[in-house]
């Protein structure tokens, strides 16, 4: 991912709204990729953000490369608990960390619905073996 000329600030350095931009495109990919998020009229439920949290540990600029790593930390009945880094191309130290809760919704009702297999097969394939730290 590339950061944007508008994801500046007039400190000179990403605002922090430009990194949960950035999560939450990284966030989308996975459920896209594992038909449990339908863009185009889509019947399923949908992840809101229930809570999110960040933390900034160096500045990034534009233009500069970025990669974000993602995680699933916790599975929930109708909740997943999203961690992610962003950090600056080749750097092993996260520029910044952080997560949010996904609370899945039915569309129509806007009420919390169990999550679905394809949530639940993307989501394991995303949790850490058991013992990793995250």
Do not use: K
Not at 54 to 73: D, K, N, Q, S, W
Not at 111 to 116: E, G, I, K, S
């Amino acid at each position: 991912m590339e950061t944007r000329w508008r994801d500046m600030d007039i400190y000179g350095h990403m605002n922090n709204v430009s990194y949960m931009e950035c999560f939450d495109s990284a966030v989308n990919r996975p459920l896209i990729a594992a038909g449990a998020l339908d863009l185009a009229g889509g019947t399923g439920p949908i992840g809101i953000v229930a809570q999110q949290w960040m933390h900034y540990f160096a500045e990034v600029t534009y233009p500069e490369r970025v990669e974000v790593g993602l995680r699933i930390v916790r599975i929930g009945s109708s909740s997943l608990t999203w961690s992610f880094a962003l950090f600056r191309e080749g750097a092993d130290t996260a520029a910044a960390q952080g997560g949010y809760v996904h609370v899945y919704i039915d569309r129509t009702t806007r009420r919390p619905v169990p999550l679905t297999p394809a949530h639940l097969e993307m989501a394991h394939g995303l949790t850490p073996p058991s013992g990793a730290t995250i």
